[in-house]
C-alpha cells in the first residue's frame, strides 16, 4: 500500500476489504456510499448488499463485487491488499471511517455557521461537543488519558496536593459549609454530588446559595434550573437582596432599583450562568458547559432536576432515571468539575422519620454512581436539616446539621450537628499502615 495514502484512504481501503472478508457483518459497520471519498469505493460498497454470492471461506469474490457494481477490478485493487484476519479487526476500521467521516461533516457545518450565521439560532456549541468526541475516539487520545498506571496516578495526587498546601487552597469547591467542605471533603472535579429533597422544600435555593458562595471566590457557576422560570429565578433574586418574600406586594419601584443595583454590585451576580431550558440531554448540556468552560472557566456545574433530563432512552421512569444519572456521572468526568445534580423522594417520603437510601427516587443506581448524596429534609415547616447519606472518598455517612435559613440573599447557614442515638460524633478512625490492616476478606 502507498506510504503516502492519507488516514481517510487507508481506512476507506480497510473498511471494504472487511466487508469482503465478512460480508454477513457488513450491516453492522452503519456506513453508506456517501462516506466514501473514492467513487469507486462508493460503488463498491452500494452494491455489497445485492451480491448474495459467498465461497468456501465465506468471502464474498471480488470479481462478482466488481461485476454487479460496475467497478473495474483494478480500482478495487488497493483494498484487496488490506489483510484482515478477524471480525474485530473489521468492526475497528468501520468505526474508523464512521468517525472520519462524522468528523468532516461536523467540521463542514462549523464552517458554514462560521461563514454565515443565522440570528438567535446557536448551533455551534453542540457541534463543537460531538466533534471533540468524534476526535478523541479517533485519535486514541481518550484511551492514552484514562489508561494510567497506579504510579502514575499516585504521581499526578501528590502533585495536585503538593501545590494546594502550597497555596493554602484546595483544587476542589469550597462552599463554607461544614457538612459539604470537612465531611465530604468538598466538592472535588469530576464527582456527581447528588441532593435529594422533597418538592418544595427549598432544594433549588440551597443549591443557588452554594452556588453564590462558590461565584464569590472567583469561580464560575453553570446552572440548569430547568424547574423554574427566568422571571421566577429573577424575582427570587431580587426579593433574596431585599430580605423581603416574593409575597411581599408593597416592594415598590425604587426598592426594585435598589435591590437591582446592589446585585450587580456584588462579585458572585456575574459569574452565575443560569440556563432555563427544560428536557435537555446529554449532549446539549456538554456543549453548554464546554462554552462556558472555555469562555470563563467552570468550577461547578448545577443540573435542577432529574427528572427534566432527556437520557433519549427508552423505558419506564426508572430506566431513564438510571440512564440519565450515568450520563450525568460521565459528564462530571469529561468536563473535570463538579457536579450537583438534584432529585426528589420518591412517595415513600410520607412515612419516613428521616431520609434513608430508600426514599430517593431512582434510588438503585443513583446510590451506584453517585459519589456524594446528601438530602435536605424539612421534619416541620420550622425545622431544614442537611443529611450526608454517603461520600465515597471520606466514607462518611448518616451524619446530619441543622440548618438555619435567612431571608435576606436566600442564605443558609449551620447551626450545630444533630446526633442520633449518641450525644458525641463518632470517633475517628485510627490510622494504621497496609502491612498491620486486616485482610480485605
Known amino acids: 500500500m502507498s506510504s503516502g495514502m492519507s488516514p481517510r484512504d487507508t481506512a476507506e481501503r480497510f473498511a471494504l476489504s472487511a466487508a469482503l472478508r465478512y460480508p454477513d457483518l457488513a450491516e453492522e459497520a452503519g456506513l453508506t456510499a456517501r462516506d466514501f471519498t473514492s467513487g469507486d469505493l462508493g460503488l463498491a460498497w452500494e452494491a455489497l448488499e445485492r451480491v448474495p454470492f459467498r465461497d468456501e471461506a465465506g468471502r464474498l469474490p471480488v470479481a462478482h463485487l ?42 463542514a457545518e462549523l464552517v458554514a455557521l462560521a461563514r454565515k450565521q443565522a440570528p438567535g439560532d446557536d448551533r455551534t456549541g453542540s457541534l463543537l461537543a460531538e466533534l471533540e468526541q468524534v476526535t478523541r475516539r479517533y485519535s486514541g487520545e481518550e484511551v492514552e488519558r484514562e489508561v494510567r498506571t497506579l504510579a502514575d496516578l499516585a504521581a499526578d495526587y501528590v502533585a495536585e496536593r503538593s501545590a494546594e498546601l502550597r497555596l493554602g487552597r484546595r483544587v476542589g469547591v469550597v462552599t463554607g459549609l461544614r457538612a459539604i467542605d470537612d465531611w465530604m471533603g468538598g466538592l472535588n472535579p469530576g464527582e456527581l454530588s447528588t441532593l435529594a429533597a422533597a418538592g418544595g422544600a427549598g432544594k433549588s435555593t440551597f443549591v443557588l446559595d452554594i452556588a453564590r458562595r462558590v461565584a464569590d471566590q472567583g469561580g464560575t457557576v453553570l446552572v440548569f434550573a430547568a424547574e423554574m422560570t427566568a422571571r421566577q429565578i429573577g424575582q427570587r433574586e431580587v426579593h433574596g437582596e431585599l430580605g423581603r418574600p416574593v409575597s411581599d406586594r408593597l416592594v415598590g419601584a425604587v426598592d ?4 437591582l443595583a446592589r446585585i450587580q454590585g456584588t462579585e458572585y451576580a456575574g459569574r452565575v450562568v443560569v440556563d ?32 427534566h433530563w432527556d437520557p433519549k432512552v427508552r423505558g419506564n421512569e426508572q430506566e431513564q432515571l438510571a440512564a440519565a444519572i450515568v450520563q450525568a456521572k460521565d459528564l462530571a468526568k469529561i468536563l473535570d468539575v463538579p457536579f450537583v445534580m438534584l432529585c426528589h423522594f420518591s412517595r415513600a417520603r410520607r412515612e419516613a422519620t428521616r431520609p434513608t437510601m430508600e426514599i430517593i427516587r431512582g434510588t438503585g443506581k443513583i446510590d451506584d454512581v453517585s459519589d456524594n448524596i446528601f438530602a435536605l429534609w424539612r421534619p416541620d415547616l420550622e425545622r431544614t436539616e442537611l443529611h450526608l447519606l454517603k461520600c465515597r472518598q471520606t466514607g462518611q455517612q448518616n451524619r446530619a446539621m441543622r440548618l438555619s435559613y435567612s431571608l435576606f440573599r436566600q442564605q443558609f447557614s449551620e447551626e450545630e450537628e444533630i446526633f442520633f442515638g449518641s450525644s458525641a460524633p463518632p470517633p ?10 486486616e485482610a480485605p476478606f
Open 256 to 259: 426594585l432599583a435598589e435591590a
Open 428 to 437: 475517628a478512625r485510627a490510622h494504621r499502615p497496609r502491612e498491620a490492616a
Open 66 to 107: 466488481a461485476a454487479e457494481s460496475g467497478v473495474a477490478v483494478e480500482a478495487l485493487a488497493e483494498a484487496l491488499r488490506c489483510a484482515i484476519f478477524a471480525p474485530d479487526q473489521a468492526r475497528h476500521w468501520w468505526a474508523r471511517l464512521r468517525d472520519l467521516s462524522t468528523s468532516e461533516r461536523l467540521a
Open 276 to 307: 432555563t431550558r427544560t428536557r435537555l440531554a446529554a449532549t446539549q448540556v456538554l456543549a453548554t458547559a464546554r462554552r462556558v468552560q472555555a469562555q470563563r472557566g467552570l468550577a461547578l456545574l448545577v443540573f435542577d432536576h432529574l427528572g
